[in-house]
């Protein structure tokens, strides 16, 4: 009788701590949520989880290329989970393929309303991608990483970023966008030159009236 209810309490004991075989256990986590790669069996470099959402939840709220804007981002973010982070290389080009995904948003969605929409769909599609603390400490890492690394850009102001071809009247309204940042960038480099040569002047004359007057 004392073995039956020593038992009893080991398996409540058990349960408490979430050991498999217990019926009070946790639930079972998702396949797709087991490993850090996650689950891909159409090789398209998307987790077929996050593939099935933005289908459901995401593609009906965009247009044809504003949904492909969306797919190169979820490929940027699994590339994140399946690069080796001990390797300068791999980290590097991913932070490139990251900032073209990001870049051919702003291309594609343009300005206003419709990029605030942008904005919220890559949020969200990223809170989907990164979902467990495994995948978020991959996310800081790879962060990280890309600093340690030195990351730089490699992809210019003008430059179409995304890895699909638009229509040519698509493209013009796309090329006069980036026309646009461009001088934009133009106008605030020449600022900041401007307001580095009045600090440098600023600074040569206090330093100027810090030196004694020299006798004649």
């Excluded at 019926?23 to 797709?32: A, G």
């Excluded at 009906?60 to 504003?66: A, G, M, P, R, W």
């Amino acid at each position: 009788m004392k073995l039956k209810y020593l038992l009893a309490g080991l398996c409540v004991a058990l349960c408490c701590v979430n050991v498999t075989g217990c019926k009070k256990n946790k639930e079972k986590i998702s396949e797709y949520d087991v490993t850090l790669e996650g689950v891909d069996k159409d090789g398209n470099k998307i987790r077929d989880d996050i593939e099935e959402r933005m289908q459901k939840e995401m593609k009906s709220d965009v247009n044809e290329f504003e949904y492909k804007v969306l797919l190169q981002n979820a490929k940027a973010f699994n590339e994140i989970l399946t690069l080796n982070p001990e390797s300068r290389p791999e980290v590097l080009l991913a932070r490139d393929h990251v900032d073209q995904a990001i870049n051919c948003g702003i291309q594609i969605y343009g300005d206003g309303l419709n990029f605030d929409h942008y904005t919220i769909l890559l949020t969200k599609l990223r809170q989907w991608y990164f979902n467990t603390e495994e995948r978020r400490n991959r996310r800081e890492e790879f962060i990280v990483r890309s600093r340690e690394y030195h990351y730089s850009s490699t992809t210019a102001v003008d430059e179409y970023t995304c890895d699909f071809d638009v229509p040519d009247t698509l493209m013009a309204a796309i090329e006069e966008r980036m026309e646009i940042r461009r001088q934009k960038n133009a106008e605030e480099m020449k600022e900041k030159n401007e307001e580095a040569g009045v600090a440098k002047e600023l600074q040569s004359i206090a330093e100027e009236g810090t030196n004694p007057p020299q006798l004649p």
